[in-house]
């Protein structure tokens, strides 16, 4: 099949544009009529120069792909085709990117792919895990259900991802405004500040000494603090890209006060889940440790799973690799050994996963508490920072003035 780019039109006048793969010109014109579009523009796109090629890189949402996975499950098990469900989905979806993508993945199964193969083209946009479910589910013909399970773990997941950003938006956003009115003092008022002070001769208090001097540092050498911060992120990002200084950043987050242990339940809380759905689907231990493995964005846990697959290969049992390693809490192991013993693994992952969950949402809800008096310190002691160092020598020289 060749790849041919395209700009269309719809019915509604709006114009669109993308890549689709056909026999022939003929065929992809038809293939595009069928969704009810009319072609403004196809060509090969060996005969594209590169710079005008179109940029096929898009983000899919946590919250798009449970929207998706919801309603196609919804629409195959009322009997809908796949093919028409999503050509449907198309037309409905909020998100233009995922549109395309679904338009992109019907004409795939238009020629002949399974709708696990037209997904696994998109890995930044569907994991492995979500394509080892969807095929899962057609290999047992109860594709539905398995797109049923996929929007309850997306629908958590969404759930606990929003939640623990929330705890940290309020956080980081008073810090951020922070910074930025201190530079701003630091930069615009504090030198004008200076010249005013050393011509009244008056004596200062030694944390304004302190902060014009700071002052004198940033205005004078501002290139310089620019070239060595940039060249410290530059650093920085690029050990950060290395195998060894990605492990130790996400080793580092583990360590954070608080914060370490609200990620480390987060992490549990969603390889849990994504365990319990993949052993419901009857997927073998060792695959389902290795796609749920991808669920967790941290280095050290996937590492522990990686260990875990590769020991049960040789007959372990997932408990007892667990209990190795103190990144895994004892609970989490004792209850996986109650599920392997009696058989009912997928029934003590998710008494696991509701555990965590509460557990996410209850650290939260107990950081919220703990932020709100901690930030308002944060914010007395830099107002009594700048009263001090400002506001009393101007007092000062008005008295000397009067």
Do not use: C
């Not at 589910?137 to 969404?158: F, M």
């Not at 290969?313 to 004892?330: H, L, R, V």
């Not at 029934?347 to 557990?359: A, C, D, H, T, W």
């Amino acid at each position: 099949m060749t790849d041919f780019q395209y700009r269309v039109r719809n019915r509604q006048g709006n114009v669109s544009k993308g890549i689709i793969k056909a026999n022939s010109e003929e065929e992809a014109t038809s293939m595009l009529a069928q969704h009810g579009l009319v072609p403004i523009e196809l060509r090969d796109t060996k005969d594209v120069s590169f710079f005008k090629r179109e940029l096929t890189v898009k983000n899919v949402s946590v919250r798009d792909r449970a929207i998706l996975s919801r309603q196609l499950a919804t629409m195959i098990s009322s009997g809908i085709p796949i093919l028409q469900s999503l050509r449907i989905l198309v037309s409905q979806t909020e998100s233009s990117k995922l549109a395309e993508i679904l338009r992109e993945v019907s004409y795939d199964i238009e020629g002949g792919e399974s709708l696990s193969n037209a997904l696994e083209k998109y890995p930044r946009q569907f994991s492995e895990f979500y394509v080892s479910m969807v095929r899962s589910g057609e290999q047992s013909g109860r594709i539905s259900e398995s797109l049923e399970r996929l929007a309850d773990n997306e629908e958590r997941n969404y759930a606990l991802i929003s939640k623990v950003r929330g705890a940290f938006v309020y956080p980081v956003f008073v810090v951020v405004v922070m910074l930025v009115m201190g530079i701003l003092m630091v930069v615009f008022v504090v030198p004008q500040l200076a010249t005013l002070f050393e011509q009244s001769e008056a004596e200062l208090p030694l944390i304004t000494r302190m902060l014009m001097g700071f002052a004198g540092v940033v205005t004078g050498y501002w290139w310089f603090i620019i070239i060595f911060v940039a060249l410290a992120a530059y650093m920085i990002v690029y050990y950060v890209r290395t195998t060894e200084g990605r492990y130790n950043l996400h080793a580092l987050f583990l360590r954070i006060p608080v914060a370490g242990r609200l990620l480390q339940k987060l992490y549990l809380a969603q390889f849990t889940g994504a365990m319990e759905v993949l052993v419901k689907s009857e997927i073998p231990v060792v695959q389902a440790l290795l796609v749920a493995r991808d669920i967790m964005g941290n280095k050290i846990y996937r590492q522990i799973v990686d260990e875990t697959a590769e020991e049960v290969k040789n007959g372990a049992t997932i408990s007892s690799s667990f209990e190795k390693y103190p990144e895994i809490p004892m609970m989490v192991s004792q209850m996986i050994s109650v599920g392997e013993r009696s058989g009912e693994l997928s029934k003590s992952l998710g008494s696991i996963n509701r555990f965590y969950q509460r557990e996410v949402n209850d650290a939260v809800e107990n950081m919220a508490q703990l932020i709100e008096p901690l930030v308002i310190t944060i914010l007395g002691v830099g107002v009594a920072v700048m009263i001090v160092a400002i506001l009393m020598p101007i007092y000062q020289l008005v008295n000397i003035i009067q």
